[in-house]
DNA sequence: ATGAAAGCGCTAACAT
DNA sequence: ATGTTAGCGCTTTCAT
């Protein structure tokens, strides 16, 4: 049976006080006689009284909200990612506006609407501003955050790992294991974490006197890395190595050429990830990956993002924290 | 640099017009002459002007939100359904408050923090309430649907997939195959999937005159589904057949016993899970498995939800939806 | 310590 | 079509 809304006016008469009383019975830095909160609290439980958070917030300007964009949840280091998040802010007393970035622009309306919401701060998961949407949230003086993407706007904070080494270490990696067809399968073209791995890479082959035999786009997913690798080992010439820009395309390369080219890996060609999801370390996969530091990540960005909604004369930082080699047994000295 | 929160009243001011005209100017059906309107949007696009949201909510009584609660994204199966219900509201004009459960009891926390939120529905994926917490929330008129689990109270709608008929056609087609010695990999043992999904293999075993060989507990999870793996496999009478109650703990039994105990899938051992996570049917893995139709579950809990919200004489509704048996190459007939 | 009164920023009658 | 008025349910001075 649906209650009509019970007010803090109807607990008042109940127990015999002013609203005043019952609103500060309901706040913890109470200024209520411990007699007066009892009878309040008595009335609330009878009437089954709440309160009201959006009445809350509108008086005190405060949400205590956060939104948190993200752009898809089918990688897990993603969804590992908002999990992490979610849990600390929900520790913290706040609440959690999820939006999923709409494929189709749309974007702004996302915007938008969080604006409208009056959250206190922005996490945006692999997710970037243009300069315009930017500002646009700058201005109204809400706190963003950005992880593992970065923004071309000074007043905004971003965490993220070291791309660049990361690709770096897997040129170097590939090259010195003796491999000389070493090809790149690319992440979403227009990301900074795709330029950043791939610029890496290139120069740490360069430092062997190595160069990219050959690139196809995977865009971070699953059935693209399919498709990109099946382009790869169709030409005349198919790679010995590879390097893929996340570990799910790694993943989907090797499953490709094990079982439609029916290449082994590590022994005809070697593979390195990127991201350390928890799929890499499987027996089946073994992949050789670059670890990102996903707790200390969430760690700092949330910190980073409850330091600029606390303090406002915090300066955003664009922190970005070391890369890990792990070395597993998708990768080998190229027989001779 | 921070605005000053510009009101509809700013505005008014601004365009020459009373507040009331620029709060009609901002809703949709508005009874606004045109050249009004165009004032109001000039000015407030000079001010920076947004409506409040919160405000809005107070007055209108309807937050336009729902939360959604979930226990861990660590099951892709989880993550799918999440952003999925998460897009599908968001494209509704709905906003999404995402709580997880809290491993530490605490769970009426979050239940009183979504009542003070004013959500106008609430989405439980896997996660059950008992009755005291079903009342809790019945009471106030929050319609709730539950994914995934069972109810012991009729105000409530739930959707979930036929788990018995799963477990009954696993149990029957392992003990078909002639395998002798079959084992059950359970979930959590206090989950109404896995209760139903035990019963129904154990009938399903029954039918053929076989009974459960054996029984751990991996509790849906990756890690504790390799121990309970290496406990069944590490015993005097090590299984030849294994029903996981989903496929992740499936995928980590397979990985421990094909890397720890040497064992072939489906040679040595034939292996069934459930749910069909996009990962089963990766070729290295191959899992037979019993497919839950989460595009309809979805489609089916979306529309309860919405029901509920629009029309209050909607009765609850139990669903169950089909399982689909996917035959791959995880199970094959004993070798005699 | 408590109550009265004044709003937070908006929508929704009600007049005009 | 527009303005005026009265709140939505709460927190927070300000007196007492």
């Not at 949840?73 to 913290?92: C, G, H, I, T, V």
């Not at 660049?164 to 010195?176: E, M, N, P, T, V």
């Not at 700092?300 to 409850?306: P, Y």
Request: with cysteine; net charge neutral.
């Amino acid at each position: 049976m649906k209650r009509k809304s019970v007010t803090s006016r109807d607990v008042a008469k109940l127990a015999g006080v002013s609203q005043s009383a019952v609103s500060r019975s309901f706040s913890s830095d109470a200024k209520v006689a411990e007699k007066t909160r009892k009878k309040v609290m008595a009335a609330a439980r009878e009437l089954g009284y709440r309160p009201n958070s959006i009445a809350r917030s509108l008086i005190t300007r405060s949400s205590r909200t956060i939104a948190v964009v993200t752009y898809s949840l089918d990688n897990p280091f993603y969804a590992f990612m908002l999990e992490k998040a979610s849990r600390f802010f929900q520790q913290q007393g706040y609440h959690l506006l999820l939006f999923f970035a709409p494929s189709d622009r749309g974007f702004d309306t996302v915007i938008d609407e969080i604006i409208r919401s009056q959250v206190e701060g922005v996490l945006l998961l692999a997710i970037t501003l243009d300069n315009a949407q930017a500002e646009e949230v700058a201005d109204f003086g809400i706190p963003v955050v950005i992880i593992n993407r970065t923004v071309n706007y000074a007043g905004i904070s971003q965490v993220g790992s070291d791309n660049f080494s990361g690709g770096y270490w897997a040129g170097q990696h590939l090259a010195s294991l003796g491999h000389r067809r070493i090809a790149y399968l690319a992440g979403l073209p227009d990301s900074s974490t795709d330029h950043q791995r791939h610029a890496g890479f290139i120069e740490g082959l360069a430092t062997m006197g190595a160069a990219c035999h050959a690139l196809e786009v995977g865009n971070y997913r699953y059935t693209d890395a399919c498709d990109a690798t099946r382009r790869l080992f169709a030409a005349k010439s198919p790679p010995d190595a590879l390097f893929c820009a996340n570990d799910v395309m790694a993943i989907a390369a090797m499953e490709t050429m094990r079982h439609e080219f029916g290449l082994m890996v590590p022994n005809d060609v070697s593979v390195i990830g990127f991201d350390d999801v928890p799929m890499a370390s499987w027996p089946s996969h073994s992949l050789t990956t670059l670890q990102q530091p996903v707790d200390q990540m969430i760690m700092k960005a949330t910190e980073l993002l409850m330091g600029q909604i606390h303090q406002t004369d915090t300066t955003p930082e664009h922190v970005t924290l070391p890369v890990t080699p792990k070395l597993r047994s998708s990768t080998q000295r190229l027989a001779r």
